[in-house]
């Protein structure tokens, strides 16, 4: 019982502490746009300089004739309501902020889950391979491996994905999410989802195979990073004195990498999740732009090009809360499985 008050204690005081963190970034966010170079009004106008009349009413419609002060706590005010503003750019001026990326969210949601799958997966794999065969040519393939792939560029390998595997064979489609017209019944706003929601299996299919090749793309640069640490932590628990203490009673290495080495090795991998899904948003953007994907890194490029404050601010709040959120329920995890991070 006092082990369990002891991991709530710890899950209040990481989620008390998020706050102040989103709101920090929060308010960089909102007055490091507004001492960039570039006027959001003439972007609304297509980059025409209108009127100086026109422009001066469009300041005052926009509430960006106010002082930075003012315009700030006007803004918080609203974040705390649930109130992201309207949008001001180009593309989107006039919509609500909120609606825009909740319309959105779902399709960068599953290209995440699908890539931190991928990469789970394979990274995991390879390094409890490279760690338990150190030194070997298997290892020096992983350690060139998670090398390699993780410097590559998002956009250079999903365009080579699209080159052989869209184009040459013809095997997957080379963006989007969907063809044709007869979507899903929406209930979660992620294709594949929703297929299984409604029982249809060919609506699973033709959502998962628009899903292959980007979440292949940003889900093997991942790769990278597991592939790494988990070597690193299997070399270490192979090597630990427990370790060493189960061969000397006869264990076959077999049954040391299963049983002992690889629960161990995971333990620090768990931790860096976060850390990973912060890099997997990031990524998710020009994963979105490669192959045409209708998700939020999108909207930001988009918003980023029209110089759509609002927009931004907005994208920015829903990326924060989004890894926060993961971090949290990491940092809560990995409490629950080692108790000593409590303390």
């Known amino acids: 019982m006092a082990g369990s008050r002891s991991l709530l204690a710890y899950a209040v005081t990481r989620a008390a502490l998020a706050i102040p963190m989103l709101l920090i970034l929060l308010t960089a966010v909102f007055f490091i746009l507004r001492i960039l170079p570039g006027d959001p009004v003439l972007a609304l106008y297509g980059g025409r300089e209108p009127p100086r009349e026109v422009l001066e009413e469009a300041r005052r419609q926009l509430g960006l004739d106010k002082p930075p002060w003012v315009q700030y706590v006007s803004y918080m005010s609203g974040v705390f309501r649930g109130d992201l503003g309207l949008s001001i750019g180009e593309f989107y001026h006039g919509r609500p ?27 995991i794999l390879t390094g409890v391979v490279g760690g338990a065969r150190r030194d070997t040519k298997t290892d020096v393939a992983v350690r060139l491996y998670g090398t390699i792939i993780y410097v590559i560029p998002i956009f250079w390998l999903g365009i080579l994905f699209q080159i052989v595997f869209a184009i040459w064979l013809g095997w ?6 969907w063809q044709g017209t007869n979507y899903p019944r929406t209930v979660t706003g992620m294709y594949t989802v929703d297929s299984l929601l409604e029982g249809n299996f060919d609506h ?21 990073f597991f592939t790494k640490t ?26 040391v990498v299963r049983r002992h080495a690889f629960k161990n090795a995971l333990v620090p991998v768990v ?26 890194g999108l909207l930001l490029l988009q918003s980023v090009v029209s110089k759509d404050m609002t927009m931004i601010q907005g994208v920015v709040v829903i990326y924060a809360a989004i890894i926060v959120l993961i971090s949290l329920i990491i940092d809560i995890l990995g409490a629950a499985i080692d108790p000593r991070i409590r303390l």
């Open 230 to 255: 988990v070597r690193a932590n299997m070399i270490r628990t192979m090597t630990a004195d427990y370790t060493e203490a189960t061969r000397a009673r006869g264990v076959p290495d077999r049954q």
């Open 97 to 123: 902020v909120i609606g825009e990326i909740a319309n959105r969210l779902p399709a960068t949601v599953e290209l995440s889950i699908g890539s931190m799958f991928i990469a789970s997966v394979i990274g």
């Open 271 to 296: 931790t860096l999740l976060g850390l990973q899904f912060a890099i997997l948003f990031a990524g998710a953007v020009l994963t979105e732009k490669t192959f045409s994907i209708d998700g939020i």
């Open 172 to 177: 997957l489609p080379p963006h989007g999410r």
């Open 204 to 224: 699973f299919v033709i959502a998962a195979r628009h899903l292959v090749l980007p979440c292949l793309t940003l889900g093997l640069v991942l790769s990278g």
